[in-house]
């Protein structure tokens, strides 16, 4: 496991705390929550695009003939 230094804008400070209270988790457990979801958000919205990115390569003629009727 690695150990970083992370340096927090003093006014996130106690909105974290509050989380992290509320979800009776530790600070660091909600940081990494946190970043475990941004990095799965990431991904999916990546999959996301390529695949529509694939669709509309496949399909340019067909949704060119669709706008034009």
Same mark, same amino acid.
């Given at each position: 496991m690695s150990t970083r230094s992370i340096r927090f804008?003093? &006014?996130l400070d106690a909105p974290l705390a509050a989380? @992290? &209270?509320e979800d009776r988790i530790?600070? =660091?457990?909600a940081v990494v929550r946190a970043v475990e979801d941004t990095i @799965? $958000? $990431?991904s999916q919205e990546s999959a996301? @695009? =390529?695949a529509a990115d694939l669709? *509309?390569?496949k399909r340019a003629e067909? *949704?060119?003939r669709? @706008?034009?009727t």
């Open positions: 804008p003093d &006014e989380l @992290a &209270e530790s600070v =660091n457990t @799965a $958000r $990431r996301i @695009a =390529n669709v *509309f390569g067909l *949704f060119k669709l @706008a034009d």
